[in-house]
């Protein structure tokens, strides 16, 4: 990712920490340390815990019900049970800034290490493995557990992210196109997994408008078009439950009407006139 660029190593570490302490605010971060790759090049390595509502949460499978039975017999500790049924919620992240891509791909091999090492000790040295936007990770890192890379540019403005998967074979996701990777589960896209989307551009890039079809079985004509607009409030607490009251209020009915223009502005789409049932989700969330 690249966040923010400065002269001084300890005003760009602590810009780095404060990004990641705000942006995971809905995760519990369990570790948060500062690290320096070659040439002082100041990296920020996190551990954190998968909030209860993400998707991407596994619940609890049969075996793990097995298990703690299986403990309880057997008189396996319950703290290693506990572990081993939380395993999959934990992540681990590492987020450094460059000057440009070509510092990234200088440096991207070392950055990623940092995150294996979190996962297998005493891993060995890995081949070159540049970053070709992502594409070129596929042979090397599917078998090390790396899901997602994130590339966040800035040029003095709303910062752009792109998201690549290791489910894609690191190919971009464009549906998580400018969506902050820590917030993006807030927008509940899984909710939508029974259409095919397609991101549509805004005049807001906090405004999230996607064209879903029905995924229908092949040969068979779509016929449920409809569009889906997201997007997430970010509030604070204020002094009284009155006033927080007010402002979600008062923001949120100037987001929906933002969210309704855009909409009609959508309507000049050539599948427009098919969609019907449009869809608004506003999601309230802390900053």
């Given amino acids: 990712m690249c966040v923010c660029v400065c002269s001084c190593v300890w005003v760009c570490n602590a810009a780095l920490e404060v990004y990641v302490r705000r942006a995971y605010t809905s995760y519990d971060i ?50 290693l049970c506990t572990a081993a049924m939380r395993k999959c919620h934990h992540r681990t992240g590492a987020l450094a800034a460059f ?12 950055l990623l290490d940092l995150d294996l090492a979190a996962l297998q000790e005493g891993s060995e040295s890995r081949d070159s493995t540049s970053i070709n936007v992502g594409s070129d990770f596929k042979p090397a890192d599917a078998d090390n557990e790396v899901n997602n890379i994130i590339l966040m540019t800035v040029k003095r403005q709303f910062p752009k992210f792109f998201t690549f998967r290791a489910r894609n074979d690191f190919t971009e996701d464009t549906i998580y196109r400018h969506l902050e990777p820590a917030s993006a589960f807030q927008l509940e896209l899984y909710r939508m997994r029974s259409y095919e989307l397609e991101a549509l551009p805004t005049s807001n890039q906090k405004m999230h408008l996607y064209l879903g079809k029905a995924k229908v079985k092949k040969g068979q004509e779509v016929t449920d078009y409809r569009f889906f607009i997201r997007s997430i409030i970010r509030h604070q607490d204020l002094i009284t439950k009155e006033a927080s009251f007010e402002y979600l209020q008062n923001e949120g009915e100037r987001v929906l009407l933002e969210a309704m223009d855009e909409l009609e502005v959508a309507f000049s789409h050539p599948l427009a006139k098919r969609t019907d049932c449009n869809h608004i989700f506003l999601n309230f969330g802390p900053t």
Avoid: K, M, W
């Avoid at 570790?31 to 100041?42: I, M, N, R």
């Avoid at 049969?62 to 500790?77: F, M, V």
């Avoid at 000057?99 to 070392?110: G, T």
């Fill in 30 to 79: 369990t570790c948060l340390q500062h690290l320096a790759l070659s040439g002082e090049l100041g990296v920020v390595h996190f551990q954190f815990i998968l909030p209860t509502g993400h998707p991407n949460r596994i619940p609890i499978s049969q075996s793990e019900i097995e298990l703690a039975s299986a403990s309880d017999q057997e008189g396996i500790p319950a703290e």
């Fill in 99 to 110: 000057e440009s891509f070509d510092q990234f791909v200088q440096y991207s091999d070392e």
